[in-house]
């Protein structure tokens, strides 16, 4: 069987098995990408090494994790981020800088490493990952419980969105330190230096799509341009400026999440993601990561510390700051959990320090079990909070009647009835 078959093959196995147990593990209420790495797993060298990591499986991870931060930009919403206002704004500065300090924290006290250790920089990337937050579980939990568009909600969701922004910044900053031949400053003005390319280029590019989109309007070269941007801009991140390709990639999308056609670009991405680069590149840190019970055992003790600085690192940055910004105790504990959740961009900021060599495989264990404790726990956490603390809804007129619907659980005809009563 000659190379390009056994590609073909590989290709079959990793997407078959990580739409599988994607599927599976939704069953359970949680994320997709958790099943899609556990497939990985699966089929890799720890269990069956039916498929090896090789230069092309990385390539296509590669595109596919290019793509995700390309959607992830074009689906943020400007106007809301500048509606968000300063406490938004402060709650995500403090949901990243909390974390960040707790995880270099954690790693330099549980193996012993200094400020000036070789492996501080190990540290500081351990902390980056943990300075993501994905809302998803808590967006679904919030909307069944018809709370997503209350106060809580509204903050939670802006803050998210600035903190995935921040932390792309920090990951761009803790990458560039790794080059020995660059120092700090220069780190620092070679991204200043990007974040002006990108503002400048970018202006001339979105007036450029928005007067094609309004000429030729949902054709489908719209979102091949985009497409041809988002993988321009990458290049161009990492080739001039030294910045990663995924930096890039989001700001790509960021400059065309106005574009009248943003979600319909949006969705055509969905589709390459979806349907081939997305499963592979999650299916790949299964693969990547060839865990042997001799490392497992060790790591075990790590691992469950990691989790658990990184689930309350969330809640006590998050939380103590909406508390200095006059929430309420019961408000700011809501933020705080509703903001500890991790997903797929955790795991882009572990791919991304393993391959400049800042993080070794066998922490994508913790990485994938803080995604799997967390998204199981916050919808539990949710729940006991607002059941306990019941939020009046932003379109109830009389805030006792919505207290009653929200305590009973109600749906939103029953709290739009409560809006009538009053």
């Not at 990007?194 to 309007?217: C, N, R, S």
Request: glycine share 10%; net charge neutral; aromatic share 10%.
């Amino acid at each position: 069987m000659d190379k390009g078959n056994i590609v073909f093959l590989e290709l079959a196995i990793i997407i078959m098995s990580a739409k599988f147990l994607g599927m599976v593990v939704r069953k359970f209420r949680v994320p997709q990408v958790v099943g899609e790495i556990l497939a990985g797993l699966l089929i890799g060298p720890s269990v069956l090494g039916l498929v090896r990591s090789g230069d092309f499986l990385s390539t296509m991870a590669e595109i596919g994790v290019v793509l995700l931060m390309f959607s992830a930009g074009l689906e943020t919403d400007l106007k809301d981020l500048a509606k968000s206002g300063i406490a938004a704004t402060l709650i995500a500065c403090f949901g990243v800088a909390v974390p960040m300090a707790g995880g270099t924290a954690l790693y330099m006290l549980y193996y012993g490493i200094g400020f000036h250790d070789p492996g501080f920089l190990n540290a500081v990337m351990i902390g980056c990952i943990m300075t993501a937050t994905s809302v998803g579980i808590t967006v679904e939990s919030l909307k069944e419980m018809g709370y997503l568009s209350g106060r809580i909600g509204t903050t939670i969701l802006s803050a998210a969105i600035i903190d995935d922004v921040l932390g792309i910044i920090v990951l761009t900053f803790v990458l560039g330190l790794k080059d020995d031949s660059i120092t700090p400053a220069q780190t620092i003005w070679h991204t200043l230096l990007f974040f002006t390319w990108v503002f400048l280029f970018g202006f001339v590019v979105y007036k450029i799509f928005k007067w094609y989109d309004a000429k030729h309007p949902h054709t489908r070269r719209i979102p091949i341009a985009g497409l041809a941007l988002c993988l321009l801009m990458a290049y161009c991140a990492e080739r001039f400026f030294g910045i990663a390709d995924i930096t890039g990639a989001f700001a790509a999308g960021i400059i065309l999440c106005n574009v009248r056609d943003s979600k319909y670009i949006a969705r055509k991405m969905d589709i390459n993601s979806y349907m081939l680069f997305g499963p592979v590149f999650f299916a790949s840190i299964g693969i990547k990561t060839d865990i042997k019970l001799s490392e497992i055992v060790p790591l075990l003790g790590f691992s469950v510390c990691f989790v658990i600085v990184a689930m309350a690192a969330k809640v006590i940055g998050c939380g103590l700051i909406s508390r200095c910004m006059r929430f309420r105790r019961s408000e700011a504990l809501k933020i705080g959990c509703g903001m500890m959740t991790r997903g797929e961009v955790a795991l882009i900021v572990a791919q991304k320090g393993l391959g400049v060599g800042l993080l070794d495989a066998k922490y994508f264990t913790s990485v994938i079990l803080l995604i799997l404790c967390s998204s199981i726990a916050t919808p539990i956490i949710l729940k006991y909070l607002y059941t306990k603390w019941p939020e009046a809804p932003a379109d109830a007129g009389q805030p006792e009647a919505a207290g009653e619907a929200a305590v009973t659980g109600a749906t939103a005809e029953a709290q739009t009835a409560g809006s009538g009563q009053g």
